[in-house]
């Protein structure tokens, strides 16, 4: 990385590099005129990972790593803060700053628009604005909540609503209820006007992380000990599990629930549990879901690995309730003993600090986002809105919001395009704007003339308009 300093300019750099630092990944990419977050947004690895032959793999390395066995992780965002930058600047130089960086800029050229969780302490955000300016010299800079980036998102066409206003061009959308449930954390942060408004934010305290370690208890207990494979069961979770809309009925048809003599389950067993093929790194390098086949099962209880159709050796790990009772905890922390609501509650939670004159346009355009939001059935759950019609639900535990929500009150739920990207999306349009973008960012020559205490209040009150 270059360390020759140049003299900073009142004129913004053309350039503006706009970095959603997650915990799991690290969405990052270049402003461009129109804006895509297939082409223009890299999804990277934001970790440091050691595999069983002690080789280390930095950010983007990981992803051509062969063996994900025994696999550990060094992650710089711990509960949604940055709170390493040794290892977090190991990953900005091997990703924006080396010669072979996929990235790669020259940060005295560059302008830097970086998204950070909400509510983050203001400890941790003065060494951020000092690692941009003092360590990485980028030209310009700024930093907010990533939620708020999603108002600069075309929210008129998620929803089915008449396109705005030629005017409106480059502004945020006046209202949007930003439901971000990632790796850490689950947030519900009203923003309104492209601001959040602070004392309406909600956090749970589940999110991907949560959910993968949850998931290695339950297999470890009862089927194999799987708590030093995270990537393998991070990938079991990702490909196999849902959110159910009728998690009772599930409940039963897996034999874990209240059956009546007589009865059949709703649903049948065959329908939920399915045989997950574990990856032997050698000739398979990823899991394969298969059809349950009760007979493979019988016979790897008893020999331990079963033959696989292409006549090699395969180990099987079926998974039942597990599909739907390790997501189902966004919903309902209670069952395992958290003192936190669920994902509705705290949507409402997050209203009460609210005026009641926000609740409808609120309610009316929620958004979510984060890579949780994958999940099958998670729109369902919570109400949904496709590019269909609206959908009629009969269940009552398919609409959580709808049912808590004043009833006058009309209730619109969208999962974005791409939830992953969606934050970085809405920034990479915000950036474009430069006029939009000059009353926001403030240059390397400012921060050395008024300070890091400057900054941070500038920052925290600042507007993104």
């Known amino acids: 990385m270059p360390r020759h300093h140049k003299a900073a300019e009142s004129v913004l750099p053309q350039r503006t590099l706009v970095v959603d630092n997650g915990a799991y990944t690290m969405k990052a990419g270049f402003a461009t005129p129109s804006p895509n977050e297939e082409t223009d947004c890299r999804a990277i690895p934001n970790c440091i990972a050691k595999s069983r032959d002690n080789r280390l793999w930095v950010g983007a390395q990981v992803e051509k790593c062969a063996d994900y066995g025994d696999m550990t992780f060094r992650r710089p965002v711990?509960?949604?803060?940055?709170v390493n930058w040794e290892a977090e600047r190991e990953i900005w130089d091997n990703t924006f700053f080396d010669r072979a960086a996929g990235l790669k800029c020259d940060p005295h050229d560059t302008s830097l628009l970086l998204a950070e969780a909400p509510n983050c302490p203001a400890a941790l955000q003065t060494n951020c604005d000092q690692m941009v300016f003092e360590e990485f010299e980028f030209a310009a800079y700024r930093?907010?909540?990533?939620a708020s980036l999603n108002a600069y998102n075309d929210m008129a066409n998620l929803f089915g609503d008449q396109p705005r206003s030629p005017t409106s061009a480059g502004r945020p959308v006046e209202c949007v209820l930003v439901i971000d449930t990632g790796y850490s954390h689950t947030t519900v942060t009203p923003v309104y006007e492209g601001r959040p408004i602070q004392q309406a934010i909600r956090r749970l305290d589940i999110g991907g992380k949560f959910l993968t370690n949850y998931m290695k208890e339950t297999l470890s207990v009862?089927?194999?000990d799987v708590r030093d494979e995270t990537y393998l069961v991070n990938q079991m979770?990702?490909?196999a599990c849902y959110v159910s809309t009728a998690f009772k009925n599930d409940l039963e048809s897996v034999g874990k629930g209240p059956l009546t003599a007589g009865r059949k389950p709703p649903v049948r067993k065959e329908d939920i549990v399915v045989d997950f093929v574990l990856p032997d790194y050698t000739t398979r390098m990823r899991g394969e879901?298969?059809?349950?086949d009760p007979t493979t099962m019988a016979m790897r209880t008893k020999l331990g690995?079963?033959?696989?159709?292409?006549?090699?050796k395969e180990y099987i790990m079926a998974l039942g309730n597990e599909r739907f009772m390790v997501p189902e905890l966004l919903f309902s922390p209670r069952d395992i003993g958290m003192k936190q609501a669920g994902l509705a509650e705290t949507v409402l939670l997050s209203l009460s600090g609210l005026p009641p004159s926000l609740w409808p346009s609120m309610l009316a355009n929620i958004l979510v986002v984060g890579g949780n939001a994958k999940f099958a059935g998670f729109e369902n759950r919570l109400y949904v809105l496709s590019s269909q019609p609206f959908m009629i639900l009969t269940d009552q535990s398919m609409s959580e919001i709808r049912q808590l929500a004043p009833a006058e009150c009309v209730v619109r739920i969208t999962i974005a395009p791409d939830p992953i990207k969606s934050t970085w999306l809405g920034g990479a349009r915000l950036a474009f704007d430069k006029a939009a973008l000059k009353d926001i960012m403030v240059t390397k020559q400012e921060y050395q003339e008024?300070?890091?205490?400057?900054?941070?209040?500038?920052?925290?009150g600042g507007s993104t308009k």
Request: glycine share 14%; hydrophobic share 25%; proline share 3%.
């Open 78 to 82: 711990q509960k949604g803060y940055l």
């Open 143 to 146: 930093r907010c909540v990533g």
């Open 222 to 224: 009862r089927q194999m």
């Open 237 to 239: 979770k990702e490909d």
């Open 289 to 292: 879901l298969r059809t349950h």
């Open 305 to 312: 690995a079963v033959t696989g159709p292409d006549g090699k």
């Open 450 to 460: 008024h300070g890091s205490t400057w900054l941070l209040k500038k920052f925290s």
